[in-house]
């Protein structure tokens, strides 16, 4: 019943096995050369005329004949017998070998006179000085830089043989609907090919889009031959796992081969490499991060075979922040947020959700852990392979904490400075744990003690011997979020939707639950934990729960009543040794700038009293 | 009579000076999804609604409610009294919390049986699991990743609001003629705005380029009017020098203020910055490097300030191989050739010609000398700016010595297998100097000695410690090239086009003129010399010379008669240390290829039956 992969290989064995197989001639593209820059030269491309074609003045002045200056001094000036005026550019008359500067030069009654020699061919670009024609202005296989453009239409070439890679997408799926339609529930925007699309034409590959194609084998089997007769290579999106909708295997095999069903990638794994009339047809798995990751590490790479040429990622070597256990098996590839604390790189895996997005757009790294290896303990140093260039990871802004919708807000108001404010959710106790471990610039946090106050407590204890710096970055209202007005004395009874343990928002709940007498046993869902505040507010609103604890802007932000339970002081901690790190000093800027205090106002629910206040413990 | 600059202020002061001037608001360019790659967000980018905006299996299996599989064990399978059949991304019906993998499922007569617990939401993709309906995607200022293509389609965005910074190009100059028109003497293809859209367009400018314009001061107010109304900036090419012709200062001044007029950079002085209605005018200087280094360093730095992202060059410090010296008082760019010898660095600053474009081909490097330094001696440690990726210049191949052009045909063999054969013409003597120096990997060379043996005498003598191996290029004719057939009995009294000292064809001359009796002082024009071989054949076509020494296939290529003198050997000498170096294997074998051997007998004039041959000496 449950199908089985055929044959499990490594990524490594994977990509011998693509250059073993295909042999992966290019298509040639015949591009204007206004659109020629990033393009790869298909042959070599030759002069076709001189440049200059003719001796030409490289200064303004008079053209001259070298021999008949001689003997020119300030002392014997001498007056030239003929000459030529000419500006930069014009052409040496033949009789002429030389060119005098005109400001060396005294004109009087059509006569010049000059006080110094000229040497033979001085100031006279030659003929071909720069190329002549015939020779060979760039070779095959050249990737066109943009300023080559200039000299391109110098050398009179308006059309250049490009190559390519003809590749044909063909997305399955009858849950798929087209990007810009909103998704009925079981519907699916089709974003892989969409994105393999832009990713593949990024390193020079040419692109065609198919129809999407319903689950049934005849129609798949229709659109892949016609994509195979139209492309140098077929990427097949999705159908290529072993459930029983999964047909992309079955297909390849009626119309080819299937040499390989799975890859031992993590993600990525229930990929197809199939060959059809000699050419390869990749069976992309249907996750999105999948597709990513089988795209980057297996198409983008074997597009060089092609004679493409796709940048290798920079490598970083950091220090990572916790524990990645991986069995021994498959290649994993683990996005990740990486930044700079003080001199150390630190790199922060991210969770591997292969469904979740926007991992990858958060992410400005990803470490590869070899197959053969465990995975990493906190504080190794691995190969972080950089999403974004070199500055901007040098430029980011490591924010882990209590998240809190403004961080988003901050970081908008940050990028245009250049810096990019990254912000991983771990609750306001995993906050102060990494500015224990000082692999964070900043946390956010709003951790409620027993005498009432705000984070100080917490710090005191957990970081005994650092000075700390806790910038205020609004008085928060924290209450009950519900589709019916419910308030914290309705709770019992209700299906609840709780945070994360170690988050500000759970401690303050338990906090106004004994102050209330509540017992947590009387709450259904205590146990159920999300991880942001929009997370809780979307289960009230989907019916998955019937209340919550949130702050306002989460509640409003999905158009929920929102019942006040309490006011609690959001504040940002950081060790005061960064104080003048100039990433640090940007974020205090943006939290006491007006725009951050309209914002905050414009979301409604924070009291910006004491915003940009600073405290130190 | 001749204009003065009316200010020459350095680079960082320019630089201020724009920052001061002008407020740079970007214009917003709003692109369609699938070309938003690359590009910049103008502001914050929401999610229109979550993903997913229901809770989903995450496996194939049965969804179930999981207190009812509290018990379920290997000894106490459990029958569960409910449960649906669900498919990886199906809708987990709203009464259930968990999905079990189908493998774990035991199904008869629509019961399922159960042997493990399932606990609360296990297998289930809940409700905003990727993103929140109202949550930030990504912040303004954000640069869109190709991959990220993928999640904007996911999250309903198909149309982005994207900034630019619009720029008008003005080219002026009577003597333009467009690329793909065969310049008459005199006239020049107009490259420079050309060049201008591709390196400003490749930085997310739009670009638009105006008609040519005569050099009117009429017409070019109309056009610089024009296009100060249309954009948010304006670039003038070329006549911004201080001569006869140059009327863009004077025209900008009329129509609003010229704020600088020269920038103390080489080259790029000739610079303008002026201002009218609030909107930066750039005045361009006209030779193409002048153009280029203003491009790149004036230009793209300042579009930083609207906002676009433009990436620094990847800096490498390297050994310099010859002197470049330089008075102080301006920044001097200096094209180079960069490579690795061994695992040292070398950087070769190319010829300082502004108006020779190839330059900027072959190089893939740039030196900044700062304006306060007085330039740099051989073997000192400088900066050199990366043009290429790393990648690339990490497997150049340094060939300097004597020019043939079948260097150009191995460097396009040897391009597909990603080596980049980059070639200095310094002549047989200065390839010499140059591999015992060891700042190239091989010196092509073919020198004859008294006893007419070729190279090793040489190589004995200076290099006496070092073992050398020479590879065989071909036995190679040279002879006599003119217009009408001239031999070399015939060159007395002939005007004749000579090569540099130390190469080997002026060495040849030398022995062959000895050798008939002929004194080099029956010769006109002995002292004139070019650098390459097609540069003496040009130099006869184009009448500036009777007759040369040069190869055959350069008289060839250019049509000219060619009377044989003698047949050489042209070999390519290289330290035996780096014979296992991959880049000189892979020069060995593109060398003693097929295909060479084809290329050298269509191009015509060697002999091929050493060809591949290797002396060690």
Request: negative net charge; contains cysteine.
């Amino acid at each position: 019943m449950v199908k089985r992969y055929l044959q499990v290989i490594s990524l490594d064995d994977a990509h011998s096995l693509l250059s073993r197989e295909f042999s992966c001639t290019p298509s040639v593209l015949q591009v204007p050369l206004e659109r020629a820059a990033g393009r790869i030269t298909a042959g070599p491309i030759f002069a076709r005329y001189s440049v200059p074609e003719i001796h030409l003045a490289a200064m303004d002045g008079i053209a001259v004949v070298s021999s008949e200056t001689k003997g020119a001094s300030e002392q014997h000036p001498v007056i030239l017998p003929r000459a030529a005026r000419v500006n930069t550019g014009n052409v040496v008359p033949q009789e002429f070998d030389a060119v005098i500067m005109i400001e060396d030069v005294w004109e009087s009654g059509g006569n010049y006179t000059i006080r110094k020699a000229a040497g033979p061919w001085q100031h006279v670009r030659p003929a071909g000085e720069d190329l002549a024609e015939s020779e060979m202005v760039m070779p095959s296989r050249h990737r066109i830089r943009p300023h080559e453009i200039g000299a391109l239409a110098t050398y009179g070439i308006t059309l250049l043989d490009t190559i390519t890679v003809r590749v044909g997408l063909v997305p399955t799926g009858s849950e798929l609907v087209p990007a810009g339609t909103r998704p009925a529930p079981g519907q699916v925007v089709e974003s892989n090919t969409v994105m393999a699309k832009a990713m593949l034409e990024d390193a020079g590959a040419a692109c065609t889009r198919y129809p999407f194609v319903e689950d049934q084998p005849d129609l798949i089997r229709d659109a892949i031959k016609a994509a195979v007769r139209e492309n140098d290579m077929v990427i097949v999106s999705a159908g290529s796992s072993a459930g029983t909708k999964d047909f992309t295997a079955e297909v390849i095999a009626g119309l080819g081969t299937v040499l390989v069903h799975g890859v031992a990638t993590k993600p990525g794994k229930p990929v197809i490499i199939g060959s059809i009339e000699g050419k390869p047809v990749i069976g992309l798995p249907g996750y999105p991060l999948s597709a990513l990751t089988i795209i980057r590490e297996l198409v983008l790479p074997f597009l060089k075979n092609y004679g493409l040429q796709v940048p290798e990622p920079v490598v970083i070597r950091a220090g990572i922040t916790s524990a990645l256990p991986k069995e021994i098996g498959s290649d994993e590839f683990v996005l990740c947020t990486l930044g700079k604390i003080g001199d150390r790189w630190m790199v922060s895996p991210q969770s591997k959700g292969a469904g979740v997005q926007m991992s990858a757009v958060r992410a400005n790294a990803y470490i590869r852990v070899p197959r053969n290896s465990e995975g990493y303990n906190p504080g190794d140093t691995v190969d972080a392979r950089l999403m974004v260039p070199v500055q901007d990871a040098e430029n980011a802004l490591l924010v882990t904490g209590s998240h809190d919708p403004v961080l988003d807000y901050l970081a908008d108001i940050l990028r245009p400075a250049g810096i990019t404010l990254i912000s991983t959710h771990v609750g306001s106790m995993g906050g102060i744990l990494s500015l224990k471990k000082d692999d964070c610039h900043a946390a956010p946090a709003h951790l409620l003690a027993d005498d009432g106050s705000y984070n100080t407590v917490f710090l005191k204890k957990y970081l005994p011997q650092i000075p700390i710096d806790l910038i205020c970055v609004a008085g928060r209202q924290q209450g009950v979020v519900s589709r019916d007005g419910l308030s914290f004395a309705d709770l019992p009874g209700r299906a609840f939707i709780n945070r994360q343990k170690g988050s500000g928002t759970r401690m303050l709940l338990d906090y106004e639950l004994k102050r209330a007498g509540i017992s947590p046993d009387t709450i259904p869902g205590y146990e159920r934990e999300a991880t942001t505040h929009i997370a809780v507010a979307l289960a009230v609103k989907s019916g998955e729960a019937e209340a919550g604890l949130c702050v306002y802007s989460a509640a409003k932000a999905l158009r929920l009543p929102f019942v006040p339970v309490s006011q609690e002081r959001y504040e940002i901690a950081i060790r005061h040794e960064h104080a003048e790190d100039p990433r640090v000093r940007a974020l205090i800027s943006a939290i006491r700038s007006e725009r951050f205090k309209e914002i905050l106002t414009m979301l409604g629910g924070y009291d910006t009293s004491e915003t940009g206040t600073i405290r130190t413990v």
